[in-house]
């Protein structure tokens, strides 16, 4: 009798096996055409051609810099761009992102013979302790507030006999106690020197108290500053919102993607002072603070002149930006115009003289390109690259759009066909199990 009954029940197993991987072929079939995406220049929608203005003699490195249309309708980040020579191959290029750099190594130095000349300045010498140094930089501490002076700075290894290195530095400080505000500058830069003792004058005119010195450092600066890129942007929106003492303006730079980190306020108005904060929109719908807030001014006066017009923010790529000027009980700032900046990028490839080249782009599907280039351009000389300069966008003349994915294209199909599988399997079960009971023995009396 109990050969009779375990033979189906062994059944059962392998047929839910059968329907588990019947399943996943189904899965795996279905999700092909994501899963092994290509990547073509025919699955590219834009194209602009690179041309030199020079030609080449040589295959050497050349740079091109993307522009407002590339960043607008490239993916994300930019991954999709392709360097692409005569049409059919393609050329390995690495990104440079245009950010300075600043190295500052300060220097052992002693002040000594600090005294001033009523009227006329305040003095001392600063001793560097041994000559051979690279240094071309003094910054001067001092607790005195609301000043603005000239400054001259002399060099020599003697002590006795003094070149001059720098004349008609500015120095100044401006504070204010309400808001509780200070923007100061007490760093004077000067041509590369190596000698021993620094002579510093601090002018001072008639009726100017001399400044309280507490001592100074010497640094050795190699700084140099971001190259960055202008953009059109255009103030399309101002408001006033008279409850919360504050105007709004609001700049849009044309397209999504470009990436921006500076803004300059243009104005012909002086003796205020501001704070300010940064939203950024995608669609000048939903906003979104990005951590910058600042203080605008300019000033105009007998004892200071001096102005601060720009706000730096964490680089965004969103389109439109929405300054905040705080007027507290002032009238509205006078804005006439914002200038919007961001740090440069260019693409570095190897051109050959004779050949073509073209910047696809606009495939959102495209995976971040890796090429060997990476690897050995910091041994390369990337200074004085011959530059290429982008043609006007054009859609790629060879674009196939794909089709979408079966899934997409039929985004219910799956739900019904596992909805339908379970029920099919329900049944089998429930005939199943039905011809089981009839083959198990009866119960024992």
């Given at each position: 009798m109990s050969s009779c009954w375990i033979r189906p029940i062994g059944v059962i197993p392998q047929f839910l096996a059968s329907i588990i991987l019947l399943l996943a072929v189904l899965f795996v079939a279905l999700s092909m055409g994501v899963a092994l995406a290509d990547f073509r220049i025919q699955d590219w929608r834009y194209v602009k051609s690179i041309q030199f203005s020079e030609g080449l003699a040589e295959e050497k490195l050349a740079e091109v810099a993307p522009d407002i249309e590339v960043f607008g309708?490239?993916?994300?980040?930019?991954?999709?761009?392709?360097?692409?020579?005569?049409?059919?191959?393609?050329?390995?290029?690495?990104?440079?992102?245009?950010?300075?750099?600043?190295?500052?190594?300060?220097?052992?130095?002693?002040?000594?013979?600090?005294?001033?000349?009523?009227?006329?300045?305040?003095?001392?010498?600063?001793?560097?302790?041994?000559?051979?140094?690279?240094?071309?930089?003094?910054?001067i501490f001092t607790a005195s507030q609301n000043f603005q002076r000239i400054v001259q700075i002399e060099g020599g290894n003697d002590g006795e006999i003094w070149t001059v290195l720098q004349k008609g530095a500015r120095i100044f400080d401006f504070t204010l106690k309400d808001p509780n505000f200070t923007t100061k500058n007490t760093r004077i830069s000067y041509p590369e020197s190596t000698v021993r003792y620094l002579r510093v004058r601090i002018l001072n005119e008639a009726g100017e108290k001399p400044l309280d010195i507490s001592g100074t450092s010497v640094f050795s600066v190699v700084d140099e500053p971001d190259n960055e890129t202008v953009y059109a942007a255009a103030i399309v929106k101002r408001s006033e919102d008279s409850e919360r003492r504050v105007n709004l303006l609001t700049v849009d730079l044309g397209v999504n993607g470009a990436p921006s980190s500076r803004l300059v306020v243009e104005t012909a108005q002086v003796n205020f002072y501001r704070r300010v904060s940064l939203e950024a929109s995608a669609d000048a719908q939903i906003w979104r603070s990005i951590g910058a807030t600042g203080e605008l001014f300019s000033y105009e006066t007998a004892k200071f002149v001096g102005s601060q017009l720009t706000v730096t923010y964490p680089e965004t790529t969103l389109r439109y930006l929405r300054m905040t000027v705080y007027n507290e009980d002032n009238p509205p700032l006078d804005i006439d115009g914002l200038k919007i900046h961001g740090v440069s990028r260019k693409l570095l490839f190897p051109a050959r003289p004779g050949a073509s080249y073209e910047l696809y782009y606009g495939n959102s599907e495209a995976r971040t390109p890796s090429y060997d280039l990476k690897r050995f351009l910091p041994y390369l000389e990337t200074e004085g690259l011959t530059r290429g300069l982008l043609g006007p966008q054009t859609n790629n003349p060879g674009i196939t759009i794909p089709k979408k994915p079966f899934t997409e294209r039929l985004p219910w199909l799956i739900p019904v066909v596992v909805a339908l599988t379970a029920v099919a399997v329900g049944f089998l079960l429930f005939g199943v199990l039905r011809q089981v009971k009839n083959l198990l023995p009866p119960p024992a009396e």
């Open positions: 309708e490239s993916a994300s980040g930019l991954v999709d761009l392709r360097i692409v020579e005569n049409g059919e191959s393609e050329v390995p290029f690495q990104m440079l992102i245009e950010t300075g750099t600043s190295q500052r190594g300060r220097i052992q130095a002693n002040i000594r013979d600090q005294g001033f000349v009523p009227g006329e300045y305040t003095g001392f010498v600063v001793d560097l302790d041994k000559a051979g140094a690279l240094h071309n930089e003094i910054e």
